[in-house]
Structure formats: structure tokens, C-alpha cells
């Protein structure tokens, strides 16, 4: 039996990535892929991209929104899969991606949410360097950082509708406020294989905004009944260590990417891309 996945993509004149994000998601041929794209009404060449590939989408508009969450929540309330995850429109999906994860939930139906690892892009999409993480933990995740990649991140729409979706409060940190609350309600899941490539350069909104995403995530942390105890300190430090240290005897530091992956990044490359 084959796992129904609903991906998002979310894009604001993005144009310069967005057809390497799309063919990303359509070059899987995932047979049970919905694919459903939500543009905030861009006036570069994205309508052009999305229009060359509508005919294997789903859904798709552009019209202006509220922003990044906002378009993820419009997107979401299309998506029918039983499983659903997002991709932003400068990262990319690795080949395989979705039948890795279509095969691991049809073989764990008691599992809600699993995460993958990721690369690390450039602007053009050169390949940078692994994210490679250990397994989850909710104390690591509250009192270091959000370690989850999250196009690597995928969920049963029963969980996602169980805790009430996304949240529109949050501009940058709506993946972590996600994640957070999907933990209270399951067991995240972790699989040791690369699923998709996040892109790095000076542009990114998560960059250039990163006061107010520190706000969301102090916001995220004191939900934690531990937050406000004058331990603090020492939560945050048994918090990055236990991430250290799973991320050490999962292999992420000094990981080696294998050739084929890397070469899998070639069609998807950029040659008009700004650094």
C-alpha cells in the first residue's frame, strides 16, 4: 500500500529557486504524491515557474498573504495525504526522499512524526557540508535549539490536526512551536539518512530576522514548567550536552556524505543565483 504525502511549498519572489525546489519534488515520482504550491503573489518569474509545472500539481495559487505561515496554514487546509511535510521554495528534496519516508510510516503505523537529515547548500546549490543529527529529545530541543532539518520533517496529518496545525503568531519559528507541541502529543521519530538540502546564503529571512527568532524560541522554551526555575543555566547545559552527545554517537560530527549524494545535487544547480 502505498502512504499518501502532501507537500507544501510556500514562495514570495523566489523565482530563482523555485523551479529547482519543484522539480525536487516532482522528480521523485512518488505515486502518491499531492503537491499543492502557495504563492504570495510574486512579480518576478515564479507564476511562469509554477504555470510550467502546474499540470502535476494539486493545487496552486498566487495571491497576496500574511506571509510564510500563513501561506503554510492556506496550503495545509488543501492537503488530504496522510502524511504531509513542507518545503521552502530555496531548499531541495534528495532523491528517494519520499519513498524513504513513504515506506517507513507504512512500516511503523504507530509512529506520528519522523525526521531525516539534510545538506547544507550553497546560493547555486553546491553542496556544503552534512547536518547529521542524533535522535530526538524534547529537554535538547527546549534548552539548546531546534536541531530537527526541517524539510527533512514529516508527520501524519491526524497529529498535525490533532494539536491544531500551525500557528500564526510565529514569522520565523513556526517549525519549532510545531515540532514542540507535535512532542507533548508523540514520539518524534529519527531515520539516519539524508532526505533534503537546505540552502545558506546572506538573503535567507531566517538570517537576516534572527532578533525576533530568538524571541519566538525564548517564547517556545518557557512552556517548559523548568523554565523559570533558577536551574535555568544548568537545563540549558545537561540540554546541550545530551544534544552533543547524541549527535556524537549518531556520527554528525565528521560525517562523510557519499559521492552519489552529492552528485545527485547536479541537475539542480544554479547558474543566476546572488551569494
Keep these: 500500500m502505498t502512504i499518501s504525502i502532501s507537500i507544501v511549498t510556500c514562495s514570495y519572489q523566489q523565482g530563482a529557486y523555485l523551479d529547482a525546489t519543484m522539480r525536487s519534488v516532482l522528480d521523485q515520482s512518488y505515486p502518491g504524491l499531492e503537491y499543492i504550491v502557495v504563492d504570495g503573489g510574486s512579480t518576478d518569474d515564479s507564476l511562469s515557474v509554477i504555470e510550467r509545472h502546474q499540470g502535476s500539481l494539486a493545487h496552486w495559487v498566487s495571491e497576496r498573504d500574511q506571509g510564510q505561515t500563513d501561506a503554510l496554514i492556506k496550503g495545509f487546509a488543501r492537503a488530504s495525504g496522510e502524511v504531509q511535510g513542507w518545503l521552502c521554495s530555496d531548499d531541495l528534496l534528495l532523491p528517494g526522499a519520499l519513498h524513504r519516508i513513504g515506506a517507513f510510516f507504512a512500516a511503523h503505523p504507530g509512529v506520528q512524526a519522523v525526521y531525516g537529515d539534510s545538506l547544507w547548500i550553497d546560493a547555486h546549490g553546491r553542496f556544503l557540508r552534512p547536518k547529521k ?56 521519530a529519527h531515520i539516519p539518512h539524508y532526505l533534503s538540502c537546505m540552502r545558506f546564503y546572506p538573503q535567507q529571512k531566517t538570517r537576516s530576522l534572527r532578533p525576533q527568532g530568538r524571541l519566538e524560541d525564548a517564547e517556545i522554551r518557557s512552556r517548559s514548567r523548568l523554565s523559570g526555575w533558577p536551574g535555568l543555566p544548568l537545563y540549558r547545559l545537561t540540554g546541550t550536552a545530551l544534544r552533543v552527545g547524541a549527535k556524537l554517537l549518531a556520527g554528525g560530527y565528521g560525517a562523510v556524505v557519499d559521492e552519489s549524494v552529492v552528485a545527485a545535487l547536479e541537475p539542480y544547480h544554479l547558474v543566476s543565483a546572488t551569494e
Excluded: C, T
Excluded at 152 to 181: C, T
Design 133 to 188: 543529527e542524533g535522535p530526538f529529545f524534547r529537554h535538547a530541543f527546549l534548552f539548546d535549539h531546534n536541531f530537527i532539518p526541517q524539510p527533512s520533517m514529516f508527520w501524519r496529518r491526524s497529529l498535525y490536526e490533532k494539536v491544531g496545525g500551525l500557528d500564526p503568531r510565529f514569522n520565523l519559528a513556526m517549525d519549532s512551536d510545531l515540532w514542540e507541541r507535535f512532542s507533548r502529543h508523540a514520539r518524534i
